[in-house]
């Protein structure tokens, strides 16, 4: 099933090419040297990495729901298995490509390790101390309890435009528990509500990286992006709650205990309960502390102080001589080569700018320049004495390298080049001086780690507990907590494995000559995402992709809508197929204490759900309120 969602909106010469016999056949072909390539649609399209993601789907489906393996041992074996089929394919040994397991397990339990840690901490420490307890019932004396899942959604809806959906769903789930707890019913709604407010705004309101990052790429201002992705949102999120009341009717899901002694402790009375406040402190504290953080960055981005301005260029005759005779393999050669450049640019970069007018066009050009992904090349930059700043962000993921930073690595780069050219810009405003000194605050493993502080002193006074009995319920916390690492780290690198597969760029090969206006461009920025959803896992990765293969397609001819109703359908598009690969598809199912096949029949849909609605009111919302740029 989810193969084919994965193939369903690639063309279909393309399909029919993949997954024929003769396809199958030529696979052996490919092992000894170079992927078999099929002609399709007047291009040429790698047929390998399909039937690799194929194989890796069908190992990990067939291990966990057929013969019921451990999730930790299905992911991690079927990583490994197509990690070795990348190895036959693309070359390299057997080991190195273990060591690519290895590295992408520890990478992806480095990101997550601590937050989920925390995390297990949290919510043993809210339910047994009735934190959690406290909160609820607070909640219901205002919403009532049939519309206790209104106000979960909502609450996972606000946080998740600050914060990443994991760490909200997170601080949640002890909610959740303890409203089931209280009702003793609709476990599966409760978690399912969570779920939809979180992911919904995950993808399509910014500051969060996804959102911001392609309303970057497309030329979409943030706050156009934050009003259009929250209208695109709510009706999504409304359906998504009606969904999860469907499910929720049609297959209920008892409440599971996360540790073997999660009860161990014997339910308090009402004035024994701690004050609301103090209950709401661990929640609302990592809120607070990401949140400031997140905003004063965004702050302090807008400025934007690596864009060059005239006052910067020392020279511009010896700066159009050098660009002038740049040689290929040169810092110069490397600007003159830039994508960004069209002839006439080019020209203008090598005439020496005599008037104030022709000095601000070749600061336009080159701030254009300094935003392009492929400007440093290490063959271009040897014996150039490169500055620790450029250092550092050239060994910084360059996928999800925010504009700003991109536009600061590149700056850098050509400062340290032509030093009696370019001055150095002064980085260190008093906005960015306040965002980082919010950096430690404002980073969730040591935000959600002083939350378990307070929960952990919470539950030791309400308790009455002695500092060893504390430690023996964090203890157990952290059993469970680990199981869940151990599976999202290997879920994680699973997703990695099939990213090696570079089955990124045979979907953008598919996509490459679709052509497209109106609303037909819209479907297609949704298909795009979607596909790279299913096949590699994140939908921040499939968002970034997505929006630069859109970009490139829809050039300099913009649609009759606004631009930002793109950004919103590539978001809305990296929510489909959400399945073994996906980290937030463990978050939901260990956390919330679900098997793999009840996640598959509440968690997988419900995101396909809002991907849907959110397609369609993206599509709705360009034909009624287009936001033309005259408008």
């Known amino acids: 099933m989810l193969l084919t969602l994965a193939l369903c909106v690639i063309p279909s010469g393309v399909i029919a090419q993949a997954v024929s016999p003769a396809a199958d056949a030529s696979l052996a072909e490919t092992i000894p040297g ?17 039937l690799i993601l194929a194989v890796g789907i069908f190992c990990v489906l067939g291990m966990i729901i057929a013969l019921k393996l451990n999730a930790f041992l299905a992911l991690i074996i079927s990583a490994l298995i197509v990690s070795l089929l990348v190895g036959l394919t693309q070359g390299g040994s057997a080991g190195a490509r273990m060591d690519a397991v290895v590295s992408a397990f520890g990478s992806s339990a480095g990101s997550i390790g601590i937050v989920i840690a925390m995390a297990a901490i949290i919510g043993k420490c809210m339910l047994d101390s009735g934190a959690a307890d406290r909160i609820v019932r607070s909640a219901v004396n205002i919403t009532g309890e049939k519309k206790a899942s209104i106000g979960l959604m909502v609450s996972g809806f606000v946080l998740a435009v600050p914060v990443f959906f994991d760490t909200v769903f997170y601080l949640l ?33 910014p500051p969060t990286p996804g959102p911001l990052l392609v309303s970057s790429i497309l030329g979409v201002e943030i706050g156009m992006m934050m009003l259009v992705g929250t209208l695109v949102a709510l009706p ?22 996360l540790g073997a002694n999660e009860n161990k402790h014997k339910p308090l009375l009402d004035d024994q309960l701690p004050s609301f406040w103090i209950a709401l402190l661990p929640v609302i504290l990592p809120v607070v502390l990401i949140g400031a953080g997140t905003l004063a960055t965004t702050v302090a981005d807008r400025e934007d102080r690596a864009m060059l301005s005239v006052a910067d260029i020392k020279d511009f005759d010896a700066l159009a001589s050098e660009l002038a005779a740049a040689t290929p393999n040169s810092p110069a050669g490397r600007v003159m080569a830039s994508s960004a450049l069209n002839d006439n640019e080019l020209a203008l970069l090598k005439k020496p700018a005599s008037s104030d007018a022709a000095k601000n066009e070749v600061v336009a050009v080159l701030n254009e320049v300094l935003l392009d992904q492929e400007l440093y090349a290490e063959q271009a930059f040897l014996g150039v004495a490169l500055s620790d700043v450029s250092k550092s962000k050239i060994g910084a993921n360059q996928l999800r390298m925010k504009p700003v930073d991109r536009r600061r690595m590149n700056r850098a780069l050509l400062e340290d080049a032509f030093p009696d050219l370019i001055a150095t810009h002064d980085w260190n405003s008093p906005k ?36 060893r009995d504390l430690a023996v319920d964090v203890e157990e916390s952290l059993m ?31 996509f490459q000559d679709q052509g497209g206006s109106g609303l037909a461009l819209l479907v297609l920025g949704w298909s795009i995402s979607a596909v790279l959803k299913v096949a590699q896992g994140s939908s921040t990765v499939a968002m970034i992709i997505g929006a630069g293969m859109m970009s490139a397609i829809i050039g300099d001819v913009k649609p009759e809508y606004n631009m930002v109703y793109v950004a919103t359908a590539v978001g809305a598009g990296s929510l489909m197929g959400s399945w073994m690969n996906d980290s937030g598809f463990w978050v939901f199912t260990k956390m919330g204490g679900l098997t793999e096949g009840e996640s598959l029949r509440s968690w997988t849909p419900l995101l396909a759900v809002l991907s849907l609605v959110g397609l369609l009111a993206t599509l709705v919302l360009s034909q009624v309120l287009p936001l033309r740029a005259s408008m």
């Not at 209280?182 to 399509?204: D, S, V």
């Not at 999202?488 to 570079?502: K, P, Y």
């Open 432 to 467: 960015r001086e306040l965002a980082d000194s919010l950096s430690l605050w404002s980073n969730p493993n040591f935000a959600l780690l002083l939350a378990a502080i307070c929960a952990m002193l919470t539950l030791k006074v309400v308790r009455h507990l002695s500092w």
């Open 34 to 50: 170079t992927p078999a390539e099929l002609a399709t649609s007047g291009s040429t399209l790698n047929q390998t990495p399909v």
């Open 173 to 205: 789930v002890p909610l959740a528990r303890s409203l089931h707890r209280r009702t003793n019913k609709h476990y599966l709604r409760y978690l399912m509500a969570i779920a939809t407010g979180g992911a919904i705004t995950h993808t399509l309101v």
């Open 480 to 510: 469970s907590g680990g199981v869940i690492i151990l599976i999202t780290a290997a879920g994680g690198a699973f997703g990695s494995m099939l990213t090696d597969t570079n089955i990124s760029d045979t979907i953008q090969q598919a």
């Open 236 to 257: 999504a999120a409304i359906v998504g709650l009606i969904f999860s009341i469907v499910i929720d009717k049609k297959s209920p899901v008892e409440m599971r205990p």
